[in-house]
T-cell receptor, first 114, second 116 residues
Framework: AQSVTQLDSQVPVFEEAPVELRCNYS??????LFWYVQYPNQGLQLLLK??????LVKGINGFEAEFNKSQTSFHLRKPSVHISDTAEYFC????????????FGKGTTLSVSS | GAVVSQHPSRVICKSGTSVKIECRSL??????MFWYRQFPKQSLMLMAT?????????EQGVEKDKFLINHASLTLSTLTVTSAHPEDSSFYIC????????????FGPGTRLTVT
């Protein structure tokens, strides 16, 4: 079964600093990868996804992620964060079969301070 | 983009009562919906897969008689927490799957259930 490991439970950064949130997944023949953001008491919003093609994926709000098959990683990056980026971030994986549920990592709390 | 709604957004009920949570896909038909549960400061745990017109598939450890799921139409799935207890207090989130193209799931805004 697929599994997802988010290596950092909390990441504190200062405003305008770069940030990387790490995500590793268990290997599979084919895999779809996602990053979601969750603000307090809200549902999940898709930041970006990797299905196939270019390994560098650009998403909303200035975020991007790189799919690295050899390292089974899908780290999320942003070159300059804002206070409003403070939220919980979840990495998720699907096994590529239509209609299957996502498997989520435990989440990373990004705290941006001034 | 596709929109999924949940109702209610918050509910407080007394121990022993039942609560129904609705999940609707507003602008698309969803043959498959998923129900997740999220405890405070934790990740989303899949509870069950809801398929229109058939019985839900429950994950290991989820009591199907306690968490009743009905997917009666292509736009509505309901989760009923029966005989709720304080330990059922949680954030329940549904998602709907669009089978064509993107393999993306669209998530509802969640329902905060508090059992007193």
């Amino acid at each position: 079964a697929q599994s997802v490991t988010q290596l950092d439970s909390q990441v504190p950064v200062f405003e305008e600093a770069p940030v990387e949130l790490r995500c590793n997944y268990s290997s599979s023949v084919s895999v779809y990868l996602f990053w979601y953001v969750q603000y307090p008491n809200q549902g999940l919003q898709l930041l970006l996804k990797y299905l196939s093609g270019s390994t560098l994926v650009k998403g909303i709000n200035g975020f991007e992620a790189e799919f690295n098959k050899s390292q089974t990683s899908f780290h999320l990056r942003k070159p300059s964060v804002h206070i409003s980026d403070t939220a919980e971030y979840f990495c998720a994986v699907s096994d590529g079969q239509a209609g299957t549920a996502l498997i989520f990592g435990k989440g990373t709390t990004l705290s941006v301070s001034s | 983009g596709a929109v999924v709604s949940q109702h209610p957004s918050r509910v407080i009920c007394k121990s022993g009562t039942s609560v129904k949570i609705e999940c609707r896909s507003l602008d698309f038909q969803a043959t498959t919906m998923f129900w997740y549960r999220q405890f405070p400061k934790q990740s989303l745990m899949l509870m069950a897969t809801s398929n229109e017109g058939s019985k839900a598939t429950y994950e290991q450890g989820v009591e199907k008689d306690k968490f009743l799921i009905n997917h009666a139409s292509l736009t509505l799935s309901t989760l009923t927490v029966t005989s709720a207890h304080p330990e059922d207090s949680s954030f329940y989130i549904c998602s709907a799957f669009i089978p064509q193209g993107s393999y993306e799931q669209y998530f509802g805004p969640g329902t905060r259930l508090t059992v007193t």
